[in-house]
């Protein structure tokens, strides 16, 4: 007994995420774009096809595990294929960096002063708790490296 998801059932599945872009493309296949990636690559899902295959953008995982990136969902659960169209999308909302656009540390000195570290891409900026900018960086470790000449250490 054939227990794989039909193309409809997957379209279903990738059409509940507000944030993809479905794009029809060659073959009657569909492609899903997030168009809030980033970084350059957007699409998150690659040609479901009408005979159920689909591919989802994986470039979290190495190289060899991947096909150009992607892997394919033909005969996952629509559990297991959710849980990679959210590991997908969290992916593509990271910078070239790492980070994800507001990502933010507190850090701590001795006299009970905090000063927040936040990734504003492509800089990090050090702020006082009213917003007020200490000082921007263009990389994290000089702005780590500041926090801790002024002797703030990560909370």
């Keep these: 007994m054939n227990d794989m998801l039909s193309f409809e059932e997957k379209k279903a599945i990738f059409d509940s995420y507000e944030e993809l872009t479905a794009t029809k493309v060659s073959m009657n296949r569909l492609n899903y774009h997030f168009k809030d990636s980033a970084v350059p690559k957007t699409m998150a899902i690659r040609f479901l096809h009408p005979n159920g295959n689909a591919l989802i953008y994986a470039g979290y995982l190495p190289k060899e595990e991947t096909d150009k990136g992607y892997i394919s969902v033909r005969d996952e659960t629509e559990e297991t294929i959710r849980s990679m169209v959210d ?30 570290l936040i990734y504003d891409n492509p800089t990090w900026v050090v702020a006082l708790p009213n917003d007020q900018v200490e000082g921007v960086f263009n990389t994290k470790d000089a702005a780590e490296g500041y926090l801790m000449d002024e002797e703030f250490f990560e909370g």
Excluded at 99 to 110: Q, V
Excluded at 111 to 116: A, C, E, K, M, V
């Design 87 to 116: 590991q997908a999308i969290a992916h593509l909302k990271k910078t070239a960096d790492g980070y994800e656009e507001g990502y933010t540390e507190l850090w701590f000195d001795n006299n009970g002063d905090i000063l927040r």
